[in-house]
């Protein structure tokens, strides 16, 4: 996902991409109804991730905690470190979800 010019990339950018992952699935709908939010490349490629993500885990984690007695919701804090590589200005690649959403074309 590193095919963008890196100087393009706002601290604006940044922020809200970081946020998208602590605060997915929510924020990512909300960016996707911004305009000017939503066409921005690392924002787009950031949020589309985070989209996808946080509808998976609003799935799984519950499954996953009743299981483990609550350790499954360790796996949040995944979410948080990759909060911070966005914050950071690098893309993520998350296994699976970054060829389905680029694929999809929604990155």
């Known amino acids: 996902m590193s095919d963008y010019n890196p100087s393009e990339i706002t601290s604006n950018d940044k ?3 970081a946020l998208a992952y602590v605060f997915a699935p929510i924020l990512p709908i909300i ?3 911004m305009e ?3 066409n921005r ?5 950031h949020n589309a991730q985070a989209l996808a993500i ?4 609003i799935i799984l984690v519950p499954i996953i905690a009743a299981i483990t007695f609550g350790c499954g ?3 949040w804090f995944i979410m948080l470190f990759w909060a911070y590589k966005a914050y950071q ?3 993520v690649t998350i296994p699976v979800i970054t060829d389905f959403v ?3 074309g929604w990155a």
């Open 15 to 17: 922020l809200l991409a």
């Open 31 to 33: 960016l996707l109804l």
């Open 36 to 38: 000017d939010k939503k």
């Open 41 to 45: 490349p690392f924002i787009k490629a």
């Open 54 to 57: 946080g509808v998976i885990m």
């Open 73 to 75: 919701s360790i796996i």
């Open 89 to 91: 200005g690098e893309y």
């Open 102 to 104: 680029k694929k999809q």
